[in-house]
């Protein structure tokens, strides 16, 4: 029970991770499962004071809204990606969920970064919110981007409230080269029966070829989208999702995405040193890593 009587959801498992580390797929796919509840939207945001890059929110959850993201059987799993590096969340699921399990995709910081700085500056969401990520340096000087990439920063907090036998970590790598090995031990993680997936149609994912700042026409379609109830919408949504059809790349929603130069290696230099020592640090708590990772960024 929460507050004031209000019921707490079972939540079972959490897929957490960082942006650009192939959670969007990986939800996808799990949702075919008939032993796993995903959450919809993919990204509930409520036990997490970390609300996407720029969000937070330090209230608590909103139960009946937050149980409402979990319509049908088996365990329910929140796949609000920002959960990982928020350090609210450690305490908050510790106490409300002390058997949760987690699954946590990471990917090589480097790639990852860049591809969550050219996201923002793709959407304009850095101008919303009231800065300017133009120049990688400084955007890599703002807490909302670093915290992102500090893996072993964020996963000492988890490790230190929980068991390591709770997580699997995964290189989103393995996801795209070695899918049906991911999905194999995903299930296992979670203590299910095996499941064959269908995996026809399920990479695109949420990559940069198809992202498209949206229009104004776009935004306001957008915006009206999302006031329709989860349930009535969940169905049309997968069903295009299944297709491959993004409806937000369509002309009058959306215009050309603007291409950039990726960083120099000047505008890199602080963020490779911070790298380097915070991978060191994930390893030596989790027992995580891979050798290509530090040498890409030597």
């Given at each position: 029970?929460?507050?004031?009587?209000e019921v707490v959801p079972e939540v079972g498992a959490f897929l957490i991770g960082v942006p650009k580390s192939g959670t969007t797929w990986l939800a996808r796919v799990l949702e075919q499962h008939p032993g796993i509840c995903v959450s919809n939207p993919k990204e509930p945001n409520e036990v997490?004071?970390?609300?996407?890059?720029?969000?937070?929110?330090?209230?608590?959850?909103?139960?009946?809204?937050?149980?409402?993201?979990?319509?049908?059987?088996?365990?329910?799993?929140?796949?609000?990606?920002?959960?990982?590096?928020?350090?609210?969340?450690?305490?908050?699921?510790?106490?409300?969920?002390?058997?949760?399990?987690?699954?946590?995709?990471?990917?090589?910081?480097?790639?990852?970064?860049?591809?969550?700085?050219?996201?923002?500056?793709?959407?304009?969401?850095?101008?919303?919110?009231?800065?300017?990520?133009?120049?990688?340096?400084?955007?890599?000087?703002?807490?909302?981007?670093?915290?992102?990439?500090?893996?072993?920063?964020?996963?000492?907090?988890?490790?230190?409230?929980?068991?390591?036998?709770?997580?699997?970590?995964?290189?989103?790598?393995?996801?795209?080269?070695?899918?049906?090995?991911?999905?194999?031990?995903?299930?296992?993680?979670?203590?299910?029966?095996?499941?064959?997936?269908?995996?026809?149609?399920?990479?695109?994912?949420?990559?940069?070829?198809?992202?498209?700042?949206?229009?104004?026409?776009?935004?306001?379609?957008?915006?009206?989208?999302?006031?329709?109830?989860?349930?009535?919408?969940?169905?049309?949504?997968?069903?295009?999702?299944?297709?491959?059809?993004?409806?937000?790349?369509?002309?009058?929603?959306?215009?050309?995405?603007?291409?950039?130069?990726?960083?120099?290696?000047?505008?890199?230099?602080?963020?490779?040193?911070?790298?380097?020592?915070?991978?060191?640090?994930?390893?030596?708590?989790?027992?995580?890593?891979?050798?290509?990772?530090?040498?890409?960024?030597?």
């Open positions: 029970m929460g507050l004031e009587g997490a004071t970390h609300k996407g890059t720029f969000g937070r929110d330090v209230r608590l959850p909103n139960w009946d809204r937050y149980s409402s993201c979990f319509v049908g059987e088996g365990v329910k799993l929140d796949c609000s990606v920002h959960t990982l590096s928020c350090p609210e969340a450690v305490t908050r699921i510790s106490e409300w969920w002390p058997d949760a399990k987690f699954i946590v995709c990471l990917r090589e910081p480097i790639s990852r970064t860049i591809s969550h700085w050219n996201m923002i500056l793709d959407t304009g969401e850095d101008k919303l919110n009231g800065a300017d990520w133009s120049n990688f340096s400084e955007a890599w000087g703002d807490p909302r981007l670093r915290v992102d990439s500090m893996y072993g920063a964020s996963l000492s907090r988890w490790y230190n409230q929980f068991s390591s036998d709770r997580f699997l970590i995964i290189d989103s790598g393995e996801m795209r080269n070695n899918s049906e090995s991911v999905l194999r031990r995903v299930v296992e993680h979670l203590e299910l029966e095996s499941h064959t997936f269908n995996l026809e149609g399920r990479m695109s994912g949420n990559s940069a070829k198809k992202r498209r700042p949206l229009t104004i026409v776009g935004s306001i379609f957008k915006l009206f989208a999302s006031l329709i109830p989860s349930v009535l919408k969940s169905t049309l949504v997968s069903s295009l999702q299944n297709r491959g059809v993004d409806i937000y790349s369509w002309p009058v929603l959306s215009g050309r995405r603007i291409e950039r130069d990726a960083p120099s290696k000047e505008e890199m230099s602080g963020m490779i040193e911070e790298l380097l020592g915070d991978l060191e640090l994930l390893e030596t708590i989790t027992g995580f890593g891979n050798p290509e990772w530090p040498a890409g960024l030597q």
